[in-house]
């Protein structure tokens, strides 16, 4: 059964990077039939997309958010990572990572999600 | 690309059918049949409940359906229990430069 597990700091200072990797695991994250994906949750608010990657490396990018993430892949350690610079409290969130069917387009299974608070 | 419209909430007794609409434009819901909906219990995951529409993934109620017309999908829940009481979110393909938008969820009550 496929898992998938978010890690990462949850303190993350204004302005600074925050950085989360998700493990993959019980299957392999080189498949061709799906994208993998990050997502957020303001805490009391609804979920935003922040971004795709597939095990290629081709990535798609949220356009509110664009200029601030870059996602990775790891595909030796089955891996993909987030990285968004240049937080604000607005940027505290529950993020989830998920696995993105590429032709029906579903979101399937979630990480339990990491809370990130962004705070000096 | 703006989030899909819900209703903040819809409330339903036990045994009742109660159905949730998520709004789009001709841009998402009205030009694709890639609508997902997702069940969201407090401090979980969502999971996945219905996807291209009205399909259901293998483990979940057949008494949960899905619809859409127009520019405005729907999520029934038919024969309300206890345990539906969550908060729904809907998504769908909005095309290859914002492939995927969220609803902005509603939260259901059993009465």
């Known amino acids: 059964q496929l898992q998938l597990q978010e890690s990462g700091p949850g303190l993350v200072k204004p302005s600074e990077t925050l950085s989360l990797t998700c493990t993959v695991s019980?299957?392999?994250?080189?498949?061709?039939?799906?994208?993998w994906g990050w997502i957020r949750q303001p805490p009391g608010k609804g979920l935003e997309w922040i971004g795709s990657i597939y095990y290629s490396g081709s990535t798609y990018y949220n356009p509110s958010l664009k200029s601030r993430v870059t996602i990775s892949v790891d595909t030796s350690k089955n891996q993909f990572s987030l990285k968004l610079s240049s937080v604000t409290a607005a940027d505290t969130a529950v993020y989830y990572c998920a696995r993105i069917r590429t032709k029906e387009v579903w979101f399937d299974p979630w990480g339990q999600g990491t809370l990130v608070t962004v705070s000096s | 690309q703006s989030a899909l419209t819900q209703p903040a909430s819809v409330s339903g007794s036990p045994g009742q059918s109660i159905t949730i609409s998520c709004t789009g434009t001709s841009s998402d819901v009205g030009s694709y049949n890639l609508v997902s909906w997702y069940q969201q219990h407090p401090g979980k995951a969502p999971k996945l409940m219905i996807y291209?529409?009205?399909k259901r993934p293998s483990g979940v109620s057949n008494r949960f359906s899905g619809s859409k017309s127009g520019n405005t999908a729907s999520l029934t829940i038919s024969g309300l229990q206890a345990e539906d009481e969550a908060d729904y979110y809907c998504?769908?393909?909005?095309?290859?430069?914002?492939?995927?938008?969220f609803g902005t969820g509603t939260k259901v009550t059993v009465l």
């Open positions: 019980g299957g392999s994250i080189s498949s061709s039939s799906y994208y």
């Open positions: 291209e529409v009205s």
């Open positions: 998504c769908s393909y909005a095309g290859s430069s914002t492939p995927y938008v």
